[in-house]
């Protein structure tokens, strides 16, 4: 039995053997862990898939704070967690280069699990090319809770399996389909998006699973109809207990299509500064405080603290979105963007994108400009 079977098979874990068993998990490689196979899917009702909109924009900014991408007063997503928000939503936008990325990542643990399950990295870049471009995943509070309940209780059962989690999705009232995602023994963000995507494991061809149910969910893969999975909830808890085998992070995820009751279409993005200049968000890089505001419509955003934000737009068309305040000090950054009948992505990366010019002084009020100006408009 090696590690990812019994990764697979808690449910088979009893009595005397269960300590012996644990003990001998607990001394496992990360690189024999792979997400649990065969993630469940529900699919909704294709009718409730249609945008939702006003009868026309609102023709005035926002006045109304939207709160659902974060919570716990900011503090969700965690950086971890919003590590994996952005691969996610960096992958979606360019599949191709996701295959890419996957397969050059040095990460130990990453290299040890590729290698522990031979995994073919020729076909999975070949499988991500044929992805077509997608929509971002907004992040969603209620749908973080649902995750985190399910990852306590992983933590609490010692497991790695979708029992339970359905259920916790179908409560917040949120989804109409959904797909979910379940990794007992995720070492990193990086580590946790890596296995999810590349989707290593027994089963399927090229030493990944059969059918790539965890990369689906990831590239937003519709459950019903042409509806891209617009909201995640996607929780990372840590767990420290050497007695049980789950850990160091216990991750669920629930990608989903919102009902006919939410808004499926958001400008979403993060605001951050690539610090150690890898080109990747890490844990610390996000900005907080930063208000996001369209020029036009009802709602605009806050980022968490971990630099995320998300707001929905109810009519398709071109806006300018400001990004101002928090910790950009004084630094503003406008951008254009035009929304179609999907969600946007737009991200702030201070490392490489320049600020607004401020505006120059009035002319007049500066008499060393005034001068030379007049003089020169004499002379011609
Ligand atoms: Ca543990
Ligand atoms: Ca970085």
Redesign the pocket.
């Known amino acids: 039995m090696n590690g990812s079977q019994r990764a697979r098979s808690p449910a088979r874990l009893s009595g005397g053997i269960l300590g012996a068993v644990l003990a001998a998990a607990s001394s496992l490689a990360a690189a024999q862990q792979a997400p649990a196979p065969n993630p469940p899917v529900k699919a909704g009702p294709p009718e409730v898939f249609a945008p939702k909109s006003l009868p026309q924009a609102p023709l005035a900014a926002p006045t109304t704070e939207w709160t659902r991408h974060k919570g716990n007063g900011g503090a969700t997503p965690s950086g971890a967690e919003q590590k994996m928000l952005w691969l996610m939503n960096r992958a979606r936008s360019n599949p191709t280069a996701e295959g890419a990325f996957l397969a050059a990542i040095d990460d130990p643990d990453v290299v040890s699990a590729v290698a522990f399950f031979n995994v073919d990295l020729a076909l999975m870049q070949q499988e991500l090319a044929q992805f077509p471009v997608r929509s971002p995943a907004a992040f969603d509070f209620a749908l973080w809770e649902a995750s985190e309940a399910h990852s306590q209780s992983l933590i609490a059962r010692n497991a790695q399996d979708h029992t339970g989690q359905g259920t916790l999705v179908d409560a917040t009232g949120v989804c109409a389909g959904w797909r979910i995602s379940v990794f007992s023994f995720t070492e990193s963000a990086l580590h946790g998006h890596a296995a999810l995507n590349i989707d290593w494991g027994t089963g399927g061809a090229g030493g990944m699973q059969s059918g790539r149910g965890h990369r689906l969910a990831i590239m937003g893969q519709p459950v019903s109809g042409n509806a891209v999975l617009s909201l995640t909830g996607l929780a990372l808890v840590p767990e420290s207990n050497p007695a049980t085998g789950v850990g160091p992070l216990v991750f669920s995820g629930v990608y989903c299509r919102g009902d006919s009751q939410e808004q499926n279409r958001h400008v979403v993005g993060t605001v951050w500064r ?5 080109g ?3 844990e610390g ?1 996000g900005i907080s405080g930063v208000t996001a505001s369209p020029s036009e419509g009802t709602y605009y955003a806050v980022t968490g603290q971990a630099g995320g934000y998300s707001f929905p737009v109810e009519a398709a068309g071109t806006y300018t979105v400001t990004f101002s305040g928090g910790g950009l000090g004084a630094d503003v950054y406008t951008r254009e963007v035009t929304v179609g009948t999907e969600s946007l992505l737009l991200d702030i990366d201070t490392a490489t994108d320049a600020p607004d010019q401020p505006p120059p002084p009035p002319v007049g009020a500066d008499p060393s400009k005034v001068i030379p100006l007049i003089l020169d408009l004499l002379e011609n």
């Open positions: 690539d610090a150690n200049a890898n990747l968000y890490d890089e």
